[in-house]
Structures are given as C-alpha cells and as structure tokens.
C-alpha cells in the first residue's frame, strides 16, 4: 500500500517562533497560515502549528522506559531515509539543540535496530526522529 501523507495539528505557545524551528532546523516549508496558525510541510507531511493563548513554553511530560532511556510521551516525528536522518541529526547537534535523547542507535544488533533522537520544540512538544537502514524490510520487524 502507498504511503499517504499524514496531518496533525499541535499546540504551540508561539506561533512565531514555532515557524522559524520547524523552518530553520527541520527544514520545513510554510504553506497557508495566518496569525495564529501555520501550515508546515515536514517531510511531506502536514503539521499545522496552532497558538494557543495561555500555553506555557514548556511542561513536563510523562516517560515511558524504551532500550535503557525515558521515552517522552506523547511525541510525533517521522521515519527518515539514514542519510537524511544523519544531516538532520549534524544539523541540530550544531544548532546546540538540547536532546532528550541524543542521537544513537537502538536495538543494536536486534531486530528493529534504527538511529533515533528525542528532543523538544519551543513549546514543548516531544519529537523523535528515527531511520532504519531499509525502512521497508525493518520497520515493522520483529
């Protein structure tokens, strides 16, 4: 089955300074926005930032124990191709992002094994970007 892009609509405390991380690290276009919103383009897939008045930049989230780190939960990112993976992984080590979980491989040697790294938006929500040297033979491998 093709893949088909998927949307999602978070939170955001500023809108502002959402549209220049998802632009200036992650490389994302802008499509429609206004004011208060932003339509993203990540990896060509629709991530809409939405301001939400009263939102505080940043609160802790809830972890769940995965390969000896403290996943946060919820988090959303996408499943990049290995060479992508390590750009954007160089990209955001030199923009002295701090991560959550810092770029690595997990599950070495195991079935699943794939590069990850965790870290935070300016508001505070939780993304994990990951790859796999052959996404579609280990993605869902067990």
Request: hydrophobic share 45%; charged share 15%.
């Amino acid at each position: 089955m093709p893949l088909t892009p998927f949307h999602l609509a978070i939170p955001v405390h500023d809108v502002d300074l959402a549209r220049q991380f998802y632009t200036s690290l992650l490389g994302c276009e802008v499509g429609r926005s206004s004011s208060q919103w932003v339509d993203l383009n990540l990896f060509g897939h629709q991530l809409v930032c939405h301001q939400v008045e009263g939102m505080a930049a940043r609160s802790a989230s809830p972890t769940n124990p995965v390969d000896g780190h403290d996943v946060p939960v919820p988090h959303f990112g996408v499943v990049l191709e290995m060479a992508t993976w390590e750009a954007l992984a160089a990209r955001l080590q030199a923009a002295n992002i701090e991560f959550v979980i810092a770029p690595h491989i997990r599950f070495k040697g195991l079935a699943g094994e794939q590069a990850t790294m965790f870290f935070y938006d300016p508001s505070g929500n939780a993304l994990e970007f990951k790859a796999f040297n052959d996404i579609e033979a280990e993605l869902f491998k067990i």
